[in-house]
């Protein structure tokens, strides 16, 4: 069970509204009525538990688990113990993932701007909008419908919030627009200027950082990530991108609708992600070059060269996998011929 100091428990549902309302397993005969009442691992769930196999890696912890509910894909489904219930689906990650989220939903809005909060009478916040301690919403900032502004949030002047997104504690965002449900996580910098510099023997002269960041719907920023306005042109993030922690995005980049950076990602200025890119930990992507719709980066990739669409590249500077695992293969022979002294 969660701790309910950190995560407030809706529910408990029965498995008849659960499959109405994700519509993404079967529902087993006569057991319309039957009660979920929390979500939990294979290895500690209960009889009122529900939860999942995704991995074949479980199969053990299948075999063993006292949970209620199993969600399972259909090759597995004759693995779930008796006395456990098989919920069948092809998707059982997001299955379970959606049903957490119904049992786990995130605390709605409460309506209201905290006493000590500072809110520009030219801001425009939204109906439901909250708006909590020490934050600071500045001149014509437009907040939309059911947002949630986290303690010591910064809202630049101008920056615009669609509605439903939730910013967390000491995030700042400047020159920036976010579409609808965006979340921020702690500490994102998002609008800040890019690094940009005239450079000179004697004096390096900064370069006016005059862009935007446009974010689209449905983002997630993850904590620590910044996200540098554009020089001229704007920074680009599409819908539905998830950042993760401590991400790097440069000025002027544009990141297609659907990709994943894991942490520590850095992106170089200018650069070109294609829709559905997934970029591994601590891979680094060079300035102006392209990559192409489903790209995967290997972690810790230098990414060099641009990329079409579909590649599956890996290390330093990155190249196509299987290119990559043939260099290792060819050094490892050379370092056995080397210490038998050929």
């Known amino acids: ?102 049992i786990y939903p995130e605390a709605a809005a409460v309506a209201g701007v905290h006493p000590s909060a500072v809110v520009d009478a030219s801001a425009v916040l939204g109906e439901g909008v909250q708006v909590a301690a020490g934050a600071v919403i500045c001149a014509r900032a437009e907040i939309g419908q059911g947002s949630v502004i986290g303690p010591s949030v910064t809202v630049g002047e101008g920056v615009i919030i669609g509605a439903g997104c939730r910013i967390d504690a000491n995030v700042s ?8 449900r965006v979340h921020a996580q702690s500490g994102a910098r998002i609008g800040t200027a890019g690094f940009g510099f005239a450079p000179h023997p004697e004096r390096h002269v900064p370069v006016p950082q005059i862009g935007r960041v446009i974010i689209g719907n449905d983002c997630q920023i993850g904590a620590n990530s910044c996200i540098a306005r554009g020089s001229g042109h704007d920074t680009i993030v599409g819908d539905n991108v998830w950042i993760d922690n401590l991400v790097q995005i440069a000025h002027n980049v544009e990141i297609g609708s659907g990709s994943i950076l894991v942490a520590q990602v850095g992106i170089a200025g200018s650069a ?29 990739s230098g990414v060099m060269n641009d990329q079409d669409a579909g590649a599956t590249i890996l290390g330093q500077p990155a190249v196509p996998v299987r290119e990559f695992w043939r260099q290792l293969a060819a050094l490892k022979r050379l370092s056995e011929k080397k210490g038998k002294g050929e």
């Open 173 to 180: 965002l400047e020159c920036c627009i976010l579409g609808d």
């Open 272 to 300: 070109r992600l294609g829709r559905f890119v997934q970029a591994g930990g601590q891979s680094g992507i060079a300035g102006h070059i392209r990559l192409g719709d489903g790209v995967r980066i290997g972690a810790k």
């Open 1 to 102: 069970m969660a701790d309910p100091r950190f995560h407030r428990r809706a529910g408990p549902f029965t498995l008849g509204e659960l499959a109405a309302r994700t519509k993404l397993f079967k529902l087993p005969e006569g057991a319309e009525g039957a009660v979920v009442t929390d979500v939990a691992p294979l290895e500690t769930a209960g009889a009122g538990d529900l939860s999942f196999l995704d991995n074949r890696q479980y199969l053990k912890a299948l075999a063993a688990t006292a949970a209620g509910f199993c969600v399972v894909a259909p090759e597995f489904a004759d693995r779930v113990p008796q006395g456990s219930l098989a919920l069948v689906t092809p998707h059982p990650y997001l299955a379970y993932a959606t049903i957490a989220g119904l």
